[in-house]
């Protein structure tokens, strides 16, 4: 079946500009996550959604990174008043529950860079 | 709150060797481990995983890891590397209780494997 599919893969933006990625997840999967890799890193956890709620954004950067799952399904990353340090591969994964023993399937990741 | 260190971020080995990638934890509950391989701009993929049952966990591809608590590692091995196994491989944990946080993977920073002709 199909796979967590992110869209743009790749994104250039200038500094001050507002952005949006998207995640559709695996059918079925409840369980939704953000995850950001900066160059030389491991992804570091951004937000988990069960359903459509965020149930935990602690680890979003600050108040200008927002995201969304209106309908339970897809999920949208908003980055607002881009800064050159946003740059990086922004990684989305589903799970069919939220819970340690249910495998994460990623994405192959949107790469944002910011002029 | 757990963490994973990797040692080594470029390994490089002969076609036909030994690969050995370490991985070692903290945690302050019994944790979940997790091997992920990332090949050129694609998404990580699940090798294999440690979720409290058996010690030495087999996964895909020829890779295996064994669990030791006493040493708090994962590290990953495969008998004899092959060129397509050239690509970035991160540790990963979860808490592997019920509690705050069982969802997060918390990531090391990875290990890039060269694998020479």
Request: with cysteine.
């Amino acid at each position: 079946g199909a796979g967590v599919s992110q869209t743009p893969s790749n994104k250039v933006t200038e500094k001050g500009k507002y952005v949006e990625l998207r995640c559709d997840p695996i059918s079925g999967h409840t369980a939704l996550y953000w995850y950001r890799q900066s160059l030389g890193q491991g992804p570091e956890f951004l937000i988990y959604f069960q359903g459509t709620g965020a149930a935990d954004d602690s680890g979003l950067p600050n108040d200008r990174f927002f995201a969304v799952r209106p309908e339970g399904s897809v999920s949208t990353l908003k980055i607002q008043r881009t800064e050159r340090g946003d740059s990086a591969v922004y990684l989305c994964a589903s799970s069919l529950k939220g819970h340690s023993s249910y495998e994460q399937y990623f994405g192959p990741g949107t790469r944002l860079t910011v002029t | 709150a757990q963490s994973v260190t990797q040692l080594g971020s470029h390994v490089s080995v002969s076609e036909g060797a030994l690969v050995l990638l370490r991985c070692n934890y903290s945690s302050s509950v019994p944790p979940y481990l997790f091997w992920y391989v990332q090949y050129p701009n694609q998404g990580l993929q699940l090798l294999l995983k440690y979720t409290s049952a058996a010690t030495l966990v087999k996964g895909i591809n020829g890779f295996e890891a064994e669990f030791k608590k006493s040493e708090t590692s994962f590290h990953l091995t495969k008998p004899s590397a092959h060129m397509s196994d050239a690509a970035e491989y991160f540790c990963a944990v979860i808490p592997g209780d019920s509690g705050a946080g069982s969802y997060q993977l918390t990531f090391g920073k990875g290990t890039k494997l060269s694998v020479i002709p």
